[in-house]
């Protein structure tokens, strides 16, 4: 999944270069939640079984009831993405230390640094 991620921030940075130096914070906001709730439907849909689903959330440290029900939903994979459980396992801080970057970050720095 790097090789996306580092693909992506590629995009994300010429984007936010160029289309960022507009007053659209809040548009900015809503985009970077959706990229992340996109990234963590690609993961949801990566793991496959759910054997494998409640192995990596455990491991990702998701407490054991959680991890077994959303390893268990019959849920889309977008409805997914938004539970609680995976935004748990996949949160903001993990996809930053897997080298996403934010477009919020991006667009303060244009404007405030």
């Known amino acids: 999944m790097s090789k996306q991620i580092a693909s992506l921030n590629r995009c994300l940075r010429g984007w936010g270069n160029y289309f960022l130096i507009a007053n659209g914070y809040q548009l900015c906001v809503d985009l970077d939640q ?3 709730r996109r990234i963590r439907m690609c993961y949801w849909r990566q793991w496959h079984m759910p054997r ?15 991890a077994l029900s959303c390893g268990a939903t019959r849920k889309g ?3 997914s993405a938004k539970t609680k459980g ?6 903001n801080e993990y996809l930053a230390k897997a080298g ?3 477009l919020r ?5 244009i404007h405030h640094g």
């Open 100 to 102: 996403l970057v934010s």
């Open 77 to 79: 994979v977008w409805r």
């Open 86 to 91: 995976i935004n748990l396992a996949l949160s």
């Open 34 to 36: 959706w990229i992340r």
């Open 105 to 109: 970050d991006i667009w303060i720095k």
């Open 52 to 66: 494998t689903k409640v192995k990596n959330l455990l491991k990702r440290g998701v407490p054991l009831a959680l």
